[in-house]
């Protein structure tokens, strides 16, 4: 394996196994009651029907991301098999390219963390579907109204029970709304950077459109005031 090989292996390589294990390994009070948990309470009819929305939009972005990784190797695998390897076999051929598929194990893990993502966010949702008030389901509808077509049924925070759960990528967490303090935001081109503290420091990204329903939860769980 020269040194081009080497190269591309460390920065995909360690990168994801550091995603992986504060994503899958390490999870905190919330992500471990998650694991545990198993749907108990039938849903009512719109959020069945969420719920279904969810699981569709999980599926679609399987199969995208599906494409995305593994389209490059079959278009190898297509052109070595066009010039003339029919005979010795596809396990025989990339034997031969062993060099090229290796760069392929970490997309392979990086398609394990990417899919446990968009199931561990599905189970949480339907797991909060369950738990959470009406009002509680009303704001996650008017969020969703909120967003991109592509990120509808993927919400970047859902407020159940009093609990305010953030969804970042390798993390959800679970924060007491009335412990939120120094809340402050900046606008980005791909949308509005939040920084607060409850009682440790957060920092995530929100749509433009989003930040006025996040904001309305501070001041209902706080005495903050905002202007927006």
Same mark, same amino acid.
């Given at each position: 394996?020269?040194?081009?090989?080497?190269?591309? &292996? *460390?920065?995909?390589?360690?990168?994801? !196994?550091?995603? $992986?294990? #504060?994503? /899958?390994?390490?999870? +905190?009070?919330?992500?471990?009651?998650?694991?545990?948990?198993?749907?108990?309470?039938?849903?009512?009819?719109?959020?069945?029907?969420?719920?279904?929305?969810?699981?569709?939009?999980?599926?679609?972005?399987?199969?995208?991301?599906?494409?995305?990784?593994?389209?490059?190797?079959?278009?190898?695998?297509?052109?070595?098999?066009?010039?003339?390897?029919?005979?010795?076999?596809?396990?025989?051929?990339?034997?031969?390219?062993?060099?090229?598929? &290796? *760069?392929?194990?970490?997309?392979?893990? !990086?398609?394990? $963390?990417? #899919?446990? /993502?968009?199931?561990? +966010?599905?189970?949480?949702?339907?797991?909060?579907?369950?738990?959470?008030?009406?009002?509680?389901?009303?704001?996650?509808?008017?969020?969703?109204?909120?967003?991109?077509?592509?990120?509808?049924?993927?919400?970047?925070?859902?407020?159940?029970?009093?609990?305010?759960?953030?969804?970042?990528?390798?993390?959800?967490?679970?924060?007491?709304?009335?412990?939120?303090?120094?809340?402050?935001?900046?606008?980005?081109?791909?949308?509005?950077?939040?920084?607060?503290?409850?009682?440790?420091?957060?920092?995530?990204? $929100?749509?433009?459109? /989003?930040?006025?329903?996040?904001?309305?939860?501070?001041?209902?769980?706080?005495?903050?005031?905002?202007?927006?």
């Amino acid at each position: 394996m020269d040194l081009f090989y080497i190269i591309c &292996f *460390v920065l995909f390589f360690l990168p994801t !196994l550091v995603f $992986l294990y #504060f994503t /899958v390994v390490r999870k +905190n009070a919330f992500e471990e009651r998650l694991a545990l948990f198993r749907p108990t309470h039938k849903l009512s009819q719109k959020r069945e029907a969420y719920r279904q929305q969810v699981r569709k939009y999980s599926k679609y972005a399987k199969i995208i991301l599906l494409v995305i990784l593994y389209l490059p190797l079959c278009v190898l695998i297509a052109i070595l098999i066009k010039e003339g390897y029919e005979g010795i076999g596809i396990l025989n051929i990339l034997s031969i390219y062993d060099d090229d598929i &290796f *760069v392929y194990v970490p997309i392979l893990l !990086l398609n394990y $963390l990417l #899919f446990y /993502v968009i199931k561990r +966010n599905e189970k949480a949702q339907h797991m909060l579907l369950e738990q959470m008030s009406d009002a509680d389901f009303e704001l996650l509808l008017k969020v969703k109204d909120s967003l991109l077509f592509t990120t509808k049924y993927n919400p970047p925070f859902v407020l159940c029970n009093d609990k305010l759960y953030i969804f970042i990528f390798f993390v959800i967490k679970e924060i007491d709304p009335t412990q939120i303090t120094d809340l402050d935001w900046s606008y980005r081109r791909n949308g509005i950077y939040v920084e607060f503290k409850a009682p440790k420091k957060i920092i995530f990204t $929100l749509p433009k459109k /989003v930040l006025p329903y996040f904001l309305q939860i501070i001041e209902q769980y706080t005495d903050q005031e905002f202007y927006y």
